[in-house]
């Protein structure tokens, strides 16, 4: 009950929700949300209480982030041409990470894995927060399925993602976008394969995790250009 009323509380702080009847860019929202949401998480980790935090970030992409169209960011891609994101026709997969964070085990391949699967109904993105040459070491690992991009401050161009997505949403974080750029979903991931774990069973656990996300979001996408076309 008591986490019913916060959530409720926090909510009444938040503007009014988003939907597709008016175009509200992901960004305009983070930046019309933040303040409250801040003030409600710093005080929500200052009293050590983590599930307190996670559940007040949920409830700010619940309410307020899903349904706003995600901007058209033109990305860096990695031995690649920039893509910017309205160029893609198809719903996409996009993950964070940063370079200097340990990417569990079994993380890498499961990905690899599951854009091949997807290869045909989804793009996949992995975003880095750094520049192009931290990532000589780790961009190799990805297929070619994936577009391993990056983005960092020490670019110009860059200024707008990062400050609105990096320092807002925080990493790693996966964000799922239809094939009409709208937000399907944002989430804070975390891969709990133990450094021990046999990297069979590692992949086999990142896979399960990320395809179970992944087919909950494309029905959700689905769905929403269902009654998208009707409306």
């Known amino acids: 009950m008591r986490r019913f009323l916060l959530t409720l509380i926090v909510s009444l702080f938040f503007t009014a929700s988003y939907s597709q009847d008016t175009i509200t860019y992901l960004t ?3 930046k019309e949300n933040l303040n409250p949401y801040k003030r409600a998480s710093n005080s929500a980790y200052e009293k050590r209480n983590i599930e307190e935090g ?13 349904g706003t ?8 891609v990695y031995k690649e041409k920039n893509v910017k994101i309205n160029r893609i026709s198809k719903p996409i997969f996009i993950i ?8 569990p085990k079994g993380e890498i391949p499961a990905l690899n894995i599951l854009a091949k699967e997807h290869r045909n109904d ?13 990532l000589k070491n780790i961009a190799y690992k990805f297929s070619d399925n994936i577009k391993v991009c990056y983005a960092n401050e020490y670019y110009s161009k860059d200024t707008h993602i990062v400050a609105t997505i990096k320092h807002t949403l925080g990493f790693p974080t996966s964000i799922f ?3 009409n750029k709208y937000v399907v ?15 069979k069973e590692a992949i086999i656990t990142s896979y399960n995790y990320f395809s179970k996300d992944i ?13 998208f076309t009707t409306n």
């Open 28 to 30: 305009d929202a983070i």
């Open 54 to 66: 996670k559940n007040l970030f949920d409830t700010l992409v619940k309410t307020k982030l899903i």
């Open 69 to 76: 169209k995600f901007d058209d960011f033109s990305l860096k």
């Open 96 to 103: 964070t990470y940063a370079s200097w964070c340990v990417i």
């Open 122 to 134: 989804m793009q996949f993105i992995v975003v880095f927060w750094d520049k192009k040459n931290d």
């Open 177 to 179: 976008v239809d094939e």
């Open 185 to 199: 979903n944002i989430k804070h991931f975390e891969n709990k394969t133990k450094i021990k774990t046999p990297i």
């Open 215 to 227: 087919n909950e979001n494309l029905m959700k996408a689905l769905t929403s250009k269902k009654s």
